[in-house]
């Protein structure tokens, strides 16, 4: 899918933003119990989440219609994923994608043959968390601002203010009254595409800049079509 906006481009949105290339690791001779959380269910704050593909599975991502989908990634590609700032920008046509990685029967068997190979267990996930500029404004662009109640739904933000905001949604960070923080004395929730529920440590925050696999960040190219909309949050992706 292409994006209708041109100025301000993702790219340039994203010129300096804090991504953030974060691999984080379990260990599944400890955690790998059925049904144990990895990462409790969630959307991320940032732009766009990038995820390589792990050795072993777990990842599930919700569609808009609530079911809860299997990740598999293709060899070679990578997973594409909405986050809260790319909801804004486009008004709510593409949600934050939730999701959450929970060890499953087929986590299970990806750990026996592992262990019979010889090889590590731990589970490693390389993911690259893109950011908008923290003093980018977030708004809904092109044909998203006409949309009815987008304006209303996504007022424009300074990106580093959504993110802050966030962090006190989730306890990461102190509630703050000051005006410059609150956006000019207005209080406005970060709209959630099912539930606002996010697992405290869960949350992508920003910090070093990077890429994956020296992979370009070019933006969301594709969809899983559901229904009406293609707009569910995560695209497949394959790497050049
Ligand atoms: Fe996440």
Redesign the pocket.
Known sequence: MLLPFRRPSLQELMVQGPHLLAPTASDLDCNGRLGAVL?GY?Y?LNLI?VHGRSRFPGLYVWLRDGRRVAVRIPPGCLLMQAGKQLEWLTGGYIMAGM?EVVVTEATLAAVEAARGAGHSTWRISSTVFTHCASDAVLRPLGRFAEQPGSAEAYPAIKAGDQVQRELEAICLRKVTASPAAAGAGQVVRPPSPVANKTEPG?A?TSGLSGTANNTPIGGVTGGLNNGSSCATGVAISAVR
């Open positions: 990462a969630h991320d989440t999701h869960a992508s």
